[in-house]
């Protein structure tokens, strides 16, 4: 090993010089792997952040998440979304967690702001703040005085929410700030290197206040919430299938015997860790995008293995000195391994700051769709791994160049009377190369084609109502509002009142109610039972207006949709179901007149039946089956605007009308309907575009590489060429003859691909949980994509070596 | 001279006394392709002396090259029997042959074959660099700098061979022949990319180095220098076709102006 780093520090010194010789290559080279080095370092971070590294928590292994699972006698089961109930019951009546808090995360206002923000609210527990051991900048956080059912109102602020709704004061501590409806006096900033668990949007928390603040109805086991879950460290003596199985049994005790359950309907614990949790099923996208980075790592290889082939065949000479001298193969091998060395690592350190630029990237548009996004960076794991990736690159291009170089032969090149010839790499590998380059990227296009259509497929897929110039408005209930039936009415008329005024609006075109947008992330859905009380499913619901339907232009397809409601009174005995739903429920007839249930007591005629439309993300058979009831002001206040063409909504416009009603009315969202419908495609989008600049990329690195290999063997036959030319061979000739050996290797190379895509689709296929639909058409496209860069990758070398005078090409100038 | 004339002569003027450096017996070396053999040595035998200076010429083609290829191990012979300093190296793994090639061979070749890249002091430490053991950074830079000096070069170390004469080249390079001590110097054709000034000197350094003890064995299309070796070869059609000893070279030519 000395003996190696010797040779290696005296080959590097050799090298350095050499490569300054030839700046075309080694800037050929150091550019086409820093990219890929770059994207695969950032990609690979993703990789390990999401599935290796540990969340930056004490002990963090050990921090579980305990949830509510659901089963009927249908087989139907759910889980992931728990009742107050359910949660309290076990937080009171456990024994067998170290250390436990319920947390509820609920979006609210930040009302003493200028800007009224829409704040994500924590509400926890003492044992919150001891499990995850947060570091403060300012202040302390919840002590024990401030648990369970004492109402204490106190607030710990985020760092970034102190840095930028409170212009990071320093003397915070002990001032008050009005959240949604209640004043909190601010007791602490965490640090600014405290990475707080996110929810299942991957959204971080702004404020942490006591649990008792969170507003949910905390006897009724009818109402679940997925924004309500625990964290937990179990005792030691306890193992996790004992903490299931006894969690399970007292929740399945006091559920079977409320009013949400049917009968044969049982509930269960379910335990996962909290990395688990956090990172859910985003491993499938990372990996995705970790097999993409490695098949333009594929085809880089290929094309740097190909200049340092050629490479090798400059060195012959220098090579054969050594020899000559002494050196020993495996002197030449550190040679050239030195000069590959210092590419590869120059390609590293600049791969490392484009991976920098893209995590910020990541960071900018996938925050909210991947998790633990913030925590990517150069880290220990992230060094290694480039420096891992990085020294065995230049051995395998080390590797291969050397296998080129035949050591016997090399005496030939040091003869003085020009009998040596230059090393020309074979045209057999000449032919491996460039087939691989095509079998792998027209492998990896293929693949993108498929991801790619099925993000347009999302994207571009019709809503089937109209979102132009249709504006949500969502206000936050008075405070102090009750759900009782006098309440309700209240409530109902002050709706009307805001309707009106908001119709006063001159932008306003139309107004009606709703309890939630018509598209959303996410999905709320409530069981419906026939008429005999026999369960019919669970679907998407939402309550509205009279007038809903008309600004969504929502075709009606049977009977009617609702009639103004005079009667503010709390009066739903209507159901509206669309096509779908309603040829599911009543698939031999018109389900006009049948009657539903909500609960026993509550039939439900269906009035009408409306087209169905999609909910971008969501599987159609599930996204196209919903209902809508009337509306009713049980939820925050919701209202679809619909505008005069080009009309705008703000906040600004908004605020004092609702104000001069009541002054408890918080606005919580202005949003038009195209906002929410691309926000819900995002996702989509991002996938197509870095699919499609990964599908350009590879193309681009493909096309070079074709063009690199054909160049080197143009060049390779220059003479021969020279004398076709010299004996009168017209150049369309010599072109085609050329170009047909040249798109031999690239045809095999696209039946390799066949055959791969074959094997990979029959690997998948057997996968029962991940479902490929494959468009032939749109995997074919890639054919004549591909066919035409390597055409152009061979017609250029070949042109230039024919266009110019016999006699050149003979004389070898 | 004909071909029918020709064979294998037995050294002439040697001196038993001297030790055996190099040896080959029956040396062959046939070029292969798969419709043609050609026979670029046909049975060498040929033994050289510690302090010989040989001269090898010959027209094209006859095998000069080839045998110097053979004698400095950068090629195997196809059959027959080499010995360097007793130790028959016919047939050793390319790692053992280039030990010996580091540590018994020094090469002065025609394009002087200079890396370009690397100083003058590189260029000639590079030998050293594959010795094995080690050898330590001190003791490659005493070497370096002797062997330069033995050339007048040591005023050139950090200089890159571009930035030199051709003359100055061809001395950088037998400098970097020397410094490993070899047993003998293969000299290929040392003259034939420099001008007559910069040729007679070099040549002249050859013989110093002979004078001082070096063994030389010189492949040359120059008869005027060939003929300033002490042992004369003639290669014709891959064989050894005649051997003259410096003083008989001379005798012979008395005799020929005698009969003129």
């Not at chain 1, 006009?592 to 599987?619: C, H, N, S, W």
């Not at chain 2, 040697?14 to 070396?29: C, F, G, Q, R």
């Not at chain 2, 083609?61 to 007793?86: E, R, V």
């Not at chain 2, 042959?97 to 590189?122: C, K, M, P, T």
Request: net charge neutral; hydrophobic share 45%.
């Amino acid at each position: 090993m000395k003996r190696f780093l010797r040779s290696l520090k005296f080959e590097l010194s050799l090298a350095k010089s050499a490569l300054l010789n030839v700046p075309g290559f080694s800037a050929t080279v150091i550019a086409t792997l820093s990219v890929t080095l770059g994207a695969l370092i950032c990609i690979f971070s993703l990789n390990h952040v999401l599935m290796v590294k540990s969340l930056p928590y004490p002990n963090a292994e050990n921090l579980l998440v305990v949830q509510h699972a659901y089963a009927d006698t249908e087989g139907n089961s759910f889980s992931g979304s728990q009742s107050a109930p359910g949660m309290l019951l076990w937080y009171k009546n456990q024994k067998i967690f170290e250390k436990f808090s319920l947390v509820f995360d609920s979006k609210q206002l930040v009302a003493d702001h200028p800007d009224q923000p829409n704040a994500l609210i924590d509400f926890v527990m003492p044992d919150y703040f001891s499990l995850l051991k947060p570091e403060m900048h300012l202040g302390r956080v919840l002590n024990e005085n401030e648990g369970l059912d004492t109402h204490k109102t106190v607030v710990v602020l985020s760092y970034q929410t102190w840095k930028k709704w409170f212009q990071s004061d320093v003397n915070i501590i002990g001032n008050k700030t009005m959240i949604g409806h209640t004043s909190y006096t601010i007791i602490g900033v965490t640090a600014k290197s405290f990475i707080a668990p996110t929810n299942r949007n991957n959204e971080a928390p702004d404020f942490w206040v006591p649990w008792d603040h969170q507003g949910l109805d905390v006897n009724n086991w009818g109402v679940t919430t997925r924004a309500l879950t625990s964290i937990g460290t179990l005792k030691k003596e306890i193992s996790i299938s004992e903490a299931t199985s006894q969690l399970g049994v007292m929740l399945n005790e006091k559920f079977i015997a409320s009013s949400a359950a049917e009968i044969g309907d049982s509930a269960t614990a379910s335990i996962q860790t909290l990395k688990e949790v956090i990172v859910g099923d985003s491993t499938e996208v990372a990996l995705l995008l970790l097999s993409g980075v490695i098949g333009l790592l594929l085809i880089a290889i290929t094309n740097v293995t190909n200049l340092f082939l050629s490479r090798a065949a400059q060195k012959q000479r220098t090579m054969a000195i050594q020899a000559a001298l002494g050196a020993k193969p495996n002197h030449l091998f550190i040679a050239m391994f030195a000069e590959s060395l210092i590419l590869t690592v120059i390609a590293g350190v600049l791969g490392l700051l484009v991976a920098g630029w893209g995590f910020v990237l990541l960071g900018e548009l996938a925050a909210t769709q991947l998790p633990r996004i913030s925590e990517l960076g150069v880290d220990n794991a992230t060094l290694l791994f480039t420096g891992g990736i990085v020294i065995l690159l230049a051995a395998i291009f080390a590797k291969l160049s050397s296998r080129v170089v035949k050591y016997d032969k090399l005496q030939a090149q040091l003869q003085g009377s020009g009998k040596g010839s230059g090393l020309q790499v074979s045209k057999r590998i000449r032919h491996i190369l460039i087939a691989m380059q095509v079998a792998l990227a027209t492998l990896l296009l293929a693949g993108a084609s498929i991801v790619i259509e099925q993000a347009l497929a999302t994207i571009l897929h019709p809503l089937g109502f109209n979102e132009e110039d249709v504006y949500y408005l969502r206000v936050d209930r008075p405070q102090g509002s009750s759900y009782s039936p006098e309440s309700l009415v209240e409530m109902n008329l002050l709706t009307l009142d805001i309707k009106r005024e908001l119709e006063k609006l001159p932008q306003v075109v139309n107004v009606s109610r709703s309890i939630k947008p018509v598209i959303y992330k996410g999905a709320n859905s409530m069981g419906l039972t026939d008429r005999n009380d026999k369960r019919v499913g669970s679907y998407a619901y939402n309550m509205v207006d009279h007038d809903y339907f008309d600004i969504l232009e929502l075709p009606l397809v049977q009977g009617r949709t609702f009639i103004e409601q005079k009667d503010p009174r709390y009066n739903i005995n209507e159901i509206i179901l669309s096509e779908s739903l309603a040829r599911e429920l009543v698939p031999d007839g018109s389900a006009i007149g049948e009657i539903f249930q909500l609960q026993p007591t509550q039939p439900l005629k269906v009035v009408g039946i409306v087209k169905d439309y999609y909910r971008p993300g969501m599987a159609e058979n599930f996204g196209y089956h919903r209902y809508f009831l009337p509306y009713a002001a049980f939820e925050n206040f919701g209202f679809d605007i619909k505008l005069a063409k080009g009309g705008q909504l703000t906040r600004e416009t908004v605020l004092p009308l609702l104000l001069k009603l009541n002054k408890k009315l918080r606005i919580r969202t202005v949003i038009s309907h195209e906002r929410l419908h691309a926000d819900l495609i995002y996702r989509h989008k991002l996938t197509a575009g870095l699919t499609i600049v990964l599908g350009l990329l590879s193309l681009l690195l493909a096309a070079a590489g074709i063009y690199g290999v054909l160049n080197y063997s143009t060049q390779m036959r220059r003479y021969e060429l020279g004398i076709h030319l010299s004996l009168g061979a017209k150049t369309h000739r010599i072109r085609n003859m050329v170009m047909k050996e040249s798109l031999f290797p690239v045809m095999l190379g696209m039946l390799c691909s066949a055959f791969m895509s074959v094997i990979i689709f029959l690997i998948v296929r057997q996968q029962a949980d991940f479902v490929i639909n494959i468009n032939i058409i749109g995997m074919l496209s890639v054919v004549p994509i591909m066919l035409a860069v390597a055409y152009v990758a061979c017609y250029i070398p070949i042109q230039a070596a024919i266009t110019q005078d016999p006699m050149k090409a003979l004389r070898n100038e | 001279m004909t071909i029918e004339n020709v064979t294998p002569m037995k050294p002439v003027d040697t001196d038993i006394s001297k030790k055996v450096i190099i040896e080959m017996k029956n040396l062959t070396k046939v070029f292969s392709t798969e419709s043609i053999e050609t026979h670029a040595l046909r049975g060498v035998d040929l033994v050289i002396y510690n302090q010989d200076y040989i001269s090898i010429s010959g027209p094209s083609g006859c095998g000069k090259s080839t045998l110097l290829s053979l004698l400095g191990l950068l090629d195997s012979p196809t059959s027959g029997q080499y010995f360097i300093d007793g130790l028959d190296v016919s047939n050793l793994t390319i790692n053992h042959r280039a030990e010996i090639r580091n540590s018994h061979i020094g090469f002065v070749f025609q394009a002087f074959n200079l890396i370009d890249e690397l100083s003058v002091f590189d260029n000639v430490a590079l030998p050293l660099r594959y010795r094995e053991p080690a050898m330590s950074a001190a003791d490659i830079k005493d070497e370096v700098l002797s062997s330069l000096e033995k050339v007048n070069m040591s005023h050139r170390c950090d200089h890159k061979p571009n930035q030199l004469s051709g003359g100055q080249q061809q001395r950088i390079a037998i400098a970097r022949a020397l410094v490993g001590s070899p047993s003998i110097l293969l000299v290929d054709e040392p003259t034939g990319n420099l001008d007559s000034k910069n040729g007679d000197a070099v040549m002249a350094m050859l013989a110093k180095l002979n004078d001082e003890g070096m063994t030389i064995c010189m492949v040359t299309h120059d008869l005027r220098y060939a003929d300033m070796a002490k042992r004369k070869l003639h290669l014709l059609d891959g064989l050894i076709a005649d051997e003259y000893s410096a003083d008989e070279f001379i005798s012979n030519d008395a005799t020929a102006q005698e009969a003129l």
